[in-house]
């Protein structure tokens, strides 16, 4: 069994937190909120393929 990459579990948690929060702020009708999580949404889930690429390279 591989081991699990908690790095790389954390980053995905985070992202889909993050879009999650993207539904809630758009229902409360907040721009702010919205543009907030999507930036979020995007810097975790680009830092979660960036490391996942240095980790095949390694490998």
């Known amino acids: ?6 790095l790389l579990l954390l980053c995905a948690l985070l992202a889909v ?3 999650a929060f993207i ?3 758009v229902a409360e009708k907040s721009i702010l909120g919205t543009c907030i999580s999507i930036v979020f949404a995007m ?6 393929f960036t490391l996942k690429r240095k980790i095949n390279v390694q490998s």
Not at 1 to 6: A, G, R, V
């Open 23 to 25: 539904g809630v702020f």
């Open 43 to 48: 810097t975790f889930m680009g830092t979660g």
């Open 17 to 19: 937190v993050s879009i």
């Open 1 to 6: 069994m591989k081991q699990i990459k908690w």
